[in-house]
């Protein structure tokens, strides 16, 4: 948001989260703070997290970003180019980038704390029990 670019190969060797959401989405809302928590708690640990919006003013974003406490980068996918390139039909998708940059998983909807320790935990020794 802040017109700085994002390069996934700058991240090789970290798993990455990318979520695709939208402002008005109920699920989007209710699951973000769980994304935060997860952030930061691994994010020392090599975890990448970006959320990437489509639809909404850059206004919209702001205030969803401030409302939430986001921590991680937000970016405006206006047209709607990165969404096509991984086939997003539909938000919320999470889309789960192993450190290798092969897509593990594609998660329509709502990701509860359970359903993202399932998805991530692998790289985090079982979440976190270092």
Same mark, same amino acid.
């Given at each position: 948001?802040?017109?700085? *670019? #994002?390069?996934?190969?700058?991240?090789? +060797?970290?798993?990455?989260?990318?979520?695709?959401?939208?402002?008005?989405? #109920?699920?989007?809302? =209710?699951?973000?703070? #769980? $994304?935060? /928590?997860?952030?930061? %708690? $691994? %994010?020392?640990?090599?975890?990448?997290?970006?959320?990437?919006?489509? +639809? &909404?003013?850059?206004?919209?974003? =702001?205030?969803?970003?401030?409302?939430? &406490?986001?921590?991680?980068?937000?970016?405006?996918? %206006? &047209?709607?180019?990165?969404?096509?390139?991984?086939?997003? *039909?539909?938000?919320?998708?999470?889309?789960? #980038?192993?450190?290798?940059? *092969?897509?593990?998983? =594609?998660?329509?909807?709502?990701?509860? /704390? &359970? /359903?993202?320790?399932?998805?991530? +935990? *692998?790289?985090?020794? +079982?979440?976190?029990?270092?």
């Amino acid at each position: 948001m802040r017109g700085e *670019k #994002i390069s996934l190969h700058e991240w090789l +060797g970290h798993p990455v989260i990318l979520r695709f959401w939208s402002t008005d989405c #109920i699920y989007c809302r =209710a699951d973000t703070p #769980i $994304f935060n /928590e997860y952030f930061n %708690k $691994f %994010k020392d640990r090599g975890l990448r997290v970006v959320y990437l919006n489509s +639809g &909404a003013s850059q206004g919209e974003v =702001a205030r969803f970003v401030s409302d939430l &406490a986001i921590p991680f980068p937000v970016v405006m996918d %206006k &047209a709607g180019a990165v969404a096509a390139l991984y086939r997003v *039909k539909i938000v919320p998708q999470t889309i789960i #980038i192993d450190p290798d940059q *092969k897509i593990t998983a =594609a998660v329509p909807g709502g990701v509860g /704390e &359970a /359903e993202l320790q399932k998805l991530l +935990g *692998k790289y985090f020794d +079982g979440g976190g029990k270092r």
